[in-house]
């Protein structure tokens, strides 16, 4: 067990709707990572936050936004799913703002199936 | 940007023997070489990881090499066990002495490996 939670563990909806996905980072950690997991792209870094404050953008279409809270919990929101999002969802946390101090830590994930 | 190379895509090994999964990466600055481990069903884990200071970590049966000139990584297993089946990913990332500002991970595309018993 990393730490990390994820919440829901599944989700199931229909094209063209919106979901939200929640993570609390292990505690003390301040940096909260998102990462799409597919077959065919493999793991692949969406953004960062850190403390609140957006530290890097990876391969995040317009559709999707996160943001992070002040007690640190963080939410990824997905909106005008289409069936090319149905993936893994996972959320990683790190202590510092770099992640190669002391490693990223994985949740579980969140299987998302847009139908 | 980063591009992280991973071979073989799947392994298979009798328990007891040796695996090695290599990887490549392309960035010259980065800097920290972490390897995953994920079982079915469950989030990648942090196994073993290094940085560009060291040549070699070591962890009881796991260890891992860099070599910086090169530009790649590998992961060593020894006396596998059933319970090591799994996918191993390996990423590459700057940390914060390498410039920039971005620390994100690449990942490869990881190993499958099984071991027989």
């Known amino acids: 067990d990393s730490g990390v939670t994820q919440t829901p563990k599944h989700l199931i909806t229909a094209t063209g709707q919106r979901v939200t996905l929640r993570c609390s980072p292990r505690?003390?950690?301040?940096?909260v990572y998102w990462y799409q997991q597919s077959l065919d792209q493999g793991l692949q870094f969406l953004i960062q936050?850190?403390?609140?404050?957006?530290?890097a953008k990876g391969n995040i279409l317009e559709r999707f936004s996160a943001q992070q809270f002040p007690d640190l919990h963080s939410e990824l929101n997905l909106s005008s799913l289409e069936l090319g999002d149905s993936a893994l969802y996972f959320c990683?946390?790190?202590?510092?703002?770099?992640?190669?101090?002391?490693?990223?830590?994985f949740g579980p994930g969140t299987r998302l199936t847009v139908l | 940007g980063e591009n992280v190379e991973q071979h073989p895509s799947t392994l298979s090994v009798q328990e007891g023997d040796s695996a090695v999964i290599k990887c490549t990466y392309s960035?010259?600055?980065?800097?920290?070489f972490p390897w995953y481990k994920q079982e079915l069903g469950k989030g990648p884990q942090l196994i073993i990881d290094?940085?560009?200071?060291?040549g070699e970590k070591k962890d009881q049966r796991i260890a891992v090499t860099l070599n910086k000139t090169a530009k790649h990584f590998s992961l060593h297993i020894t006396e596998t066990q059933p319970e090591d089946s799994a996918v191993y990913f390996c990423?590459?990332?700057?940390?914060?002495?390498?410039?920039?500002?971005?620390?994100?991970?690449?990942f490869g595309k990881g190993t499958l490996l099984t071991v027989n018993p």
């Open positions: 990683a946390s790190s202590v510092g703002v770099t992640g190669g101090s002391s490693g990223q830590f």
């Open positions: 936050y850190y403390n609140g404050e957006e530290r």
């Open positions: 505690s003390g950690d301040l940096s």
């Open positions: 960035d010259s600055a980065s800097n920290y």
């Open positions: 990423a590459a990332s700057r940390g914060r002495n390498s410039g920039g500002s971005n620390y994100k991970l690449t």
């Open positions: 290094i940085r560009s200071n060291v």
